[in-house]
């Protein structure tokens, strides 16, 4: 194995140099026959095209793909994050920002698209200067994806990737992701199955959330690699959307991050929550048809002083870009600008 690959490049890079990429595409291929590629277990034979619970079969569903600025900095930085938002999705989140996209699967399917194409998106986005690529909602295809970075890798595919989940996943596919996946953004939704199940529509949240996200760290420690521009190479980042409420179990989260993995896991705090698909609509969930408060906001920001995280972002409260502070317990320390790391 080369320096280069050693040091610098993806770390799928040094699977595909050693042939246990393949190897790894081949096994995740397999938990589609009787699908177990996520904790809702299915069953379904989706190689021969039988739709699983999410209503996903053997080809990915791309709704889009572009350069985007709305990650955190070191994954925006001046180019914009490659993202590859994928159809549908194995939650059926009430709030869900981009229900068009995850619960209208008659609409979707029309988005079907050939391994070779979604590599093809991969290569494009690092053509058009992309600092990463970023897969939104990619549990359900993990193994469409991992074929994919592999056809792009052979193309000369070299941009980290990021696994942008809502963090129900399960640890087999997980562990056979590591060393594909080069920074894990999970989206730590509640710290209660039964908010879980009335707001996402599965079971055992907290258990399955909580067991992947020890996974990741198993995988990434909590260090995050830079590299010269400030960019993020490699790492575990846990996002936190603050509901109304207290819905989502914050401080629960915290402390369980802190206690079992470490303060120094960096954390995105995010504001930007508004009621949308049913959630505003619907008496069921009135408790969320409405934007958090900025006493709400607030409190977020006091317990991650409290449980004395330190690293991560913060987003402004109207959810305008992230600010990022070095260490939230260092009073001294000023927020920085997105610019700054630009």
């Given at each position: ?11 799928y ?25 996520c ?127 809502n963090?129900?996943?399960?640890v ?63 790492g ?29 896991v ?68 000023p ?8």
């Amino acid at each position: 194995m080369s320096d280069e690959l050693t040091t610098s490049a993806a770390s799928y890079l040094s699977l595909l140099e050693a042939g246990e990429l393949l190897k790894r595409v081949e096994s995740l291929e397999a938990l589609l026959e009787s699908c177990t590629v996520c904790p809702l277990d299915c069953g379904n034979n989706r190689l021969n095209d039988e739709l699983a619970r999410c209503y996903s079969g053997r080809l990915p569903i791309v709704s889009s793909y572009t350069a985007h600025f709305g990650e955190e900095p070191p994954l925006t930085g001046t180019r914009g994050a490659g993202n590859i938002f994928f159809g549908n999705c194995n939650l059926r989140c009430v709030y869900c920002q981009n229900y068009q996209i995850s619960q209208a699967h008659k609409e979707q399917i029309k988005n079907q698209v050939t391994h070779e194409r979604l590599a093809e998106m991969m290569l494009e986005l690092q053509a058009r200067g992309c600092h990463n690529i970023n897969f939104v909602s990619p549990t359900h295809f993990a193994p469409q994806m991992a074929r994919a970075i592999l056809i792009a890798a052979e193309r000369g595919l070299h941009l980290p990737i990021v696994y942008n989940t809502n963090a129900y996943d399960s640890v087999e596919v997980l562990r056979l992701l590591d060393g594909i996946v080069d920074v894990y953004l999970p989206d730590l939704k509640y710290a209660e199955d039964e908010a879980g199940f009335l707001y996402s529509k599965v079971r055992s949240y907290r258990e399955v959330s909580r067991a992947a996200l020890t996974e990741m760290y198993r995988q990434m420690g909590d260090k995050q690699v830079y590299d010269e521009h400030g960019l993020l190479k490699r790492g575990l980042v846990i996002r936190l959307l603050v509901l109304p409420n207290d819905l989502g179990g914050l401080r629960d989260s915290l402390g369980w991050i802190r206690d079992e993995l470490s303060p120094r896991v960096a954390v995105s705090l995010m504001a930007q929550y508004y009621p949308t698909n049913v959630a505003g609509t619907n008496p069921r969930y009135a408790l969320l048809s409405r934007r958090i408060s900025e006493s709400e906001w607030m409190r977020a920001i006091s317990a991650l002083e409290e449980f004395e995280m330190e690293e991560g972002w913060i987003q402004e409260y109207d959810g305008a870009p992230f600010y990022y502070r070095p260490n939230f317990n260092d009073a001294e320390t000023p927020f920085h600008d997105v610019r700054d790391f630009q």
